[in-house]
């Protein structure tokens, strides 16, 4: 018995200060721009597997993409033509702890400005109006949202995404499974594993461009405004990136991107997105 | 068969050479500090110290019992909040080597309690201290004793190694998932590849352990 | 970390449900095929022997996030429609009846050889030797090592978060992800894997102690 009152001790000693170690939320007091002006460099969480926006080139190892493009281009407009931008991938789950950590400066991974994301991060203005759609085979009878929202359609969507909220809200009757990244929701709705993979129509062009047998269809049935996200109480960044982002804007760089990444993509009118 | 031909172009095998690579380091790194690690605290809970080893057995059994993917997350998320704020690839090491030395630790121990304690208690008659009993009778023996279930752990190591896909980690599996992420033909020639090279290197292990067993003997 | 569990403790106690199913599953399933092919290892044919150490050495020398994976998404392809559940738990079992295996080839070669003998003096056939006299002595011996496995089951079962097995790890990450409180959510997943595990593992030792 005494053994036992021991052990409950320790147990209750450790989980204590398991749990003030893991409550505590470490956002960084220290001024990111002026830390990033002395090194020279701007840390930027992005995705690795999201083809246009962020796709690691397994020829080169490289990362390109729009977001990449123009991660770069804030980053010499912020910290001057020798200005570097160091990218680290992430996914929808890792993108924000990452952040608060401090591991990473911001994040331009495809991520939609929501009222619940802003309780734990601040976004910039946005610089990519996304908008919901749906992937699916070619000459499947899904032909938009409603079409799924029936007991025993199951839709693909990747977990952390605030598209697999909104599918709640248009289809809820559907079943959602929600996979860790981009490359393995396509992978799932070519083995079968659900009738359509919802995301923003973006993401999904880039994937019916590298796989000729699905299509997007569903329309645009929400708006997803992609911004940077950074640390609270991180205005002067903040404002900075937001600066960046109105001259890159008005000097015709952001419009030269645009048009680099999503000028040829069957179905995606770039015209409307410009700036 | 056309897709296996195209999945397996040079530009893919040595993009899944370099995931393969990175698995390697990654391992040798954890298995080596792993032993380090977890047979000194295999000592401390064999040594019954007074609270120190209770606290150091509890902390093992915690440790032990938890899924890896949760040991992952606490270091590579938890961490940063007392100060250290490791990259990915010393992060997946660090995780790693937290969760692989509370099993070695626990192997180390069943394996030291394995040896008959008559042979403690005849070495201190001999005037050896208790330290130098440890290190020139009971150790070596229990080492040998433990080798098989060491192996079988370390094996676990590589393949777990695959699990740190979920922050991340450039390694072999994440390198796969890129390729047939954006070509989805090739999700059965990656998995092939994938069975093929873990199969490899792990089972290169298991015999490297049994030549060790057989010329330490 | 209250409104986590005051607001989730639905999709939390349905994670924590299925993995107990899972394991559950994974457990009779892998116990059973596991000691088939333990038999296969020790028979007297060469050629069922070898078919038996590849089963083991390939389940045992593959990760089982690579199996789980290979399940969900190879399977519907070509053969069946199988949920991730199924598929994990299928990859689950497969990859835990090796060691399973193994685990009870151990406990057959440790009891003694004379008994075998002995048994096939008094009349009985190898396979009735094999049924009453040498399993449930292999199997008294190898309970610790078995409740081991079975607590390594339980924390594998966390890779059915990787194929949407709906899991506790999975409903953990969903939660994580939405909350946005990563730290305090997977530190209440940590406590329901442990509620699970630790007792187990506890009980584990005290028989290793009591058969010792």
């Not at chain 1, 930027?44 to 190892?61: H, P, S, Y």
């Not at chain 3, 991730?84 to 090796?98: D, K, N, P, R």
């Not at chain 3, 009985?124 to 610790?144: C, E, G, K, S």
């Given at each position: 018995?005494?053994?036992?009152?021991?052990?409950?001790?320790?147990?209750g000693?450790?989980?204590?200060?398991?749990g003030?170690?893991?409550?505590?939320?470490?956002?960084?007091?220290?001024d990111?721009?002026?830390?990033?002006?002395?090194?020279?460099?701007?840390?930027?969480?992005?995705?690795?597997?999201?083809?246009?926006?962020?796709?690691?080139n397994?020829?080169?190892?490289?990362?390109?993409?729009?977001?990449?493009?123009?991660?770069?281009?804030?980053?010499k407009?912020?910290?001057?033509?020798?200005?570097?931008?160091?990218?680290?991938?992430?996914?929808?789950?890792?993108?924000?702890?990452?952040?608060?950590?401090?591991?990473?400066?911001?994040?331009?991974?495809?991520?939609?400005?929501?009222?619940?994301?802003?309780?734990?991060?601040?976004?910039?203005?946005s610089?990519?109006?996304?908008?919901?759609?749906?992937?699916?085979?070619?000459?499947?009878?899904?032909k938009?949202?409603?079409?799924?929202?029936?007991?025993?359609?199951?839709?693909?969507?990747?977990?952390?995404?605030?598209?697999?909220?909104?599918?709640?809200?248009?289809?809820?009757?559907?079943?959602?499974?929600?996979?860790?990244?981009?490359?393995q929701?396509?992978?799932?709705?070519?083995?079968?594993?659900?009738?359509?993979?919802?995301?923003?129509?973006?993401?999904?062009?880039?994937?019916?461009?590298?796989?000729?047998?699905?299509?997007?269809?569903g329309?645009?049935?929400t708006?997803?405004?992609?911004?940077?996200?950074?640390?609270?109480?991180?205005?002067?960044?903040?404002?900075?990136?937001?600066?960046?982002?109105?001259?890159?804007?008005?000097?015709?760089?952001?419009?030269?991107l645009?048009?680099?990444?999503?000028?040829?993509?069957?179905?995606?009118?770039?015209q409307?997105?410009?700036? | 068969?056309?897709?296996?031909?195209?999945?397996?172009?040079?530009?893919?095998?040595?993009?899944?050479?370099?995931?393969?690579?990175?698995?390697?380091?990654?391992?040798?790194?954890?298995?080596?500090?792993?032993?380090?690690?977890?047979?000194?605290?295999g000592?401390?809970?064999?040594?019954?110290?007074?609270?120190?080893?209770?606290?150091?057995?509890?902390?093992?059994?915690?440790?032990?019992?938890?899924?890896?993917?949760l040991?992952?997350?606490?270091?590579?998320?938890?961490?940063?909040?007392?100060?250290?704020?490791?990259?990915?690839?010393?992060?997946?090491?660090?995780a790693?080597?937290?969760?692989?030395?509370?099993?070695?630790?626990?192997?180390?121990?069943?394996?030291?309690?394995?040896?008959?304690?008559?042979?403690?208690?005849?070495?201190?008659?001999?005037?050896?201290?208790?330290?130098?009993?440890?290190?020139?009778?009971?150790?070596?023996?229990?080492?040998?004793?433990?080798l098989?279930?060491?192996?079988?752990?370390?094996?676990?190591?590589?393949?777990?190694?695959?699990?740190?896909?979920?922050?991340?980690?450039?390694?072999?599996?994440?390198?796969?998932?890129?390729?047939y992420?954006q070509?989805?033909?090739?999700?059965?020639?990656?998995?092939?590849a994938?069975?093929?090279?873990?199969?490899?290197?792990?089972?290169?292990?298991?015999?490297?352990?049994?030549?060790?067993?057989?010329?330490?003997? | 970390?209250?409104?986590?569990?005051?607001?989730?403790?639905?999709?939390?106690?349905?994670?924590?449900w299925?993995?107990?199913?899972c394991?559950?599953?994974?457990?009779?399933?892998?116990?059973?095929?596991?000691?088939?092919?333990?038999?296969?290892?020790?028979?007297?044919?060469?050629?069922?022997?070898?078919?038996?150490?590849?089963?083991?050495?390939?389940?045992?020398?593959?990760?089982?996030?690579?199996?789980?994976?290979?399940?969900?998404?190879?399977?519907?392809?070509?053969?069946?429609?199988?949920?991730?559940?199924?598929?994990?738990?299928?990859?689950?079992?497969?990859?835990?009846?090796a060691?399973?295996?193994?685990?009870?080839?151990?406990?057959?070669?440790?009891?003694?050889?004379?008994?075998?003998?002995?048994?096939?003096?008094?009349?009985?056939?190898?396979?009735?030797?094999?049924?009453?006299?040498?399993?449930?002595?292999?199997?008294?011996?190898?309970?610790?090592?078995?409740?081991?496995?079975?607590?390594?089951?339980?924390?594998?079962?966390?890779?059915?978060?990787?194929?949407?097995?709906?899991?506790?790890?999975?409903?953990?990450?969903?939660?994580?992800?939405?909350?946005?409180?990563?730290?305090?959510?997977?530190?209440?997943?940590?406590?329901?894997?442990?509620?699970?595990t630790?007792?187990?593992?506890?009980?584990?030792?005290?028989?290793?102690?009591?058969?010792?």
């Amino acid at each position: 018995m005494k053994k036992i009152w021991h052990l409950l001790t320790i147990l209750g000693i450790v989980l204590v200060s398991l749990g003030t170690l893991s409550g505590c939320s470490s956002v960084a007091k220290k001024d990111v721009l002026k830390a990033d002006q002395e090194s020279n460099r701007i840390t930027w969480g992005v995705k690795a597997d999201t083809r246009l926006f962020g796709l690691e080139n397994i020829r080169t190892g490289k990362l390109e993409g729009f977001e990449i493009d123009l991660a770069k281009a804030m980053t010499k407009e912020i910290l001057g033509p020798k200005g570097k931008a160091t990218f680290v991938p992430v996914t929808s789950s890792t993108r924000v702890p990452l952040l608060k950590n401090g591991n990473i400066d911001a994040i331009m991974a495809t991520m939609t400005i929501t009222p619940e994301r802003e309780k734990q991060v601040d976004f910039t203005k946005s610089y990519f109006d996304a908008v919901q759609s749906l992937l699916v085979k070619k000459g499947s009878p899904v032909k938009n949202i409603q079409d799924l929202n029936k007991a025993g359609e199951v839709i693909l969507g990747v977990s952390g995404s605030n598209s697999v909220k909104n599918v709640a809200k248009y289809a809820p009757k559907a079943k959602v499974l929600q996979l860790s990244d981009y490359a393995q929701a396509m992978t799932a709705l070519k083995s079968k594993q659900g009738n359509a993979l919802t995301t923003d129509n973006g993401i999904l062009y880039g994937m019916a461009s590298e796989n000729p047998g699905y299509e997007v269809v569903g329309g645009n049935f929400t708006k997803e405004p992609y911004g940077i996200a950074v640390n609270k109480n991180q205005e002067p960044f903040r404002n900075k990136l937001n600066w960046a982002l109105e001259r890159l804007e008005k000097n015709g760089t952001y419009n030269r991107l645009l048009l680099k990444w999503f000028g040829n993509v069957k179905g995606f009118n770039y015209q409307e997105m410009k700036r | 068969m056309q897709n296996f031909i195209n999945a397996y172009s040079w530009i893919n095998i040595r993009f899944l050479l370099q995931g393969l690579w990175v698995t390697i380091e990654i391992s040798v790194a954890s298995i080596i500090c792993s032993f380090i690690i977890g047979t000194f605290l295999g000592i401390i809970r064999y040594a019954k110290i007074k609270y120190l080893s209770a606290i150091v057995g509890f902390i093992i059994d915690l440790i032990r019992n938890l899924p890896l993917l949760l040991i992952i997350f606490f270091t590579y998320f938890g961490l940063p909040n007392i100060g250290i704020k490791p990259e990915i690839i010393p992060a997946a090491i660090m995780a790693l080597t937290v969760f692989e030395s509370s099993m070695v630790a626990e192997i180390v121990r069943s394996g030291i309690n394995s040896i008959d304690y008559g042979q403690t208690e005849g070495a201190l008659a001999n005037g050896l201290t208790k330290w130098q009993a440890l290190r020139l009778i009971v150790l070596p023996q229990a080492i040998k004793n433990m080798l098989p279930a060491l192996v079988s752990q370390f094996i676990s190591l590589v393949k777990d190694t695959s699990l740190a896909t979920i922050i991340v980690l450039p390694e072999l599996m994440y390198h796969a998932q890129i390729i047939y992420g954006q070509n989805t033909n090739y999700i059965i020639p990656m998995f092939v590849a994938l069975a093929v090279l873990y199969f490899i290197v792990c089972y290169s292990l298991s015999l490297l352990a049994r030549y060790l067993d057989r010329h330490l003997a | 970390m209250l409104d986590i569990i005051t607001t989730q403790w639905h999709p939390l106690l349905n994670g924590l449900w299925n993995t107990i199913l899972c394991s559950l599953i994974a457990l009779v399933g892998s116990l059973v095929i596991g000691t088939f092919f333990a038999l296969l290892e020790i028979s007297k044919y060469r050629i069922v022997r070898l078919i038996g150490s590849i089963y083991v050495e390939v389940f045992r020398n593959i990760p089982l996030l690579v199996i789980a994976m290979g399940f969900f998404l190879i399977v519907p392809m070509y053969i069946a429609k199988i949920s991730g559940f199924a598929a994990g738990t299928i990859g689950l079992t497969l990859y835990t009846s090796a060691f399973i295996a193994e685990t009870v080839r151990a406990g057959i070669n440790s009891v003694e050889g004379g008994q075998l003998e002995g048994a096939l003096a008094n009349g009985l056939t190898h396979a009735q030797a094999m049924r009453y006299i040498i399993l449930p002595q292999a199997f008294r011996v190898v309970i610790p090592p078995l409740g081991n496995q079975f607590i390594n089951l339980v924390k594998n079962s966390s890779v059915l978060a990787f194929v949407a097995g709906f899991d506790l790890m999975y409903e953990g990450n969903l939660i994580a992800n939405d909350t946005l409180q990563t730290m305090p959510t997977y530190f209440i997943v940590g406590i329901l894997y442990l509620i699970i595990t630790l007792p187990l593992s506890y009980y584990m030792r005290y028989l290793e102690k009591k058969l010792a």
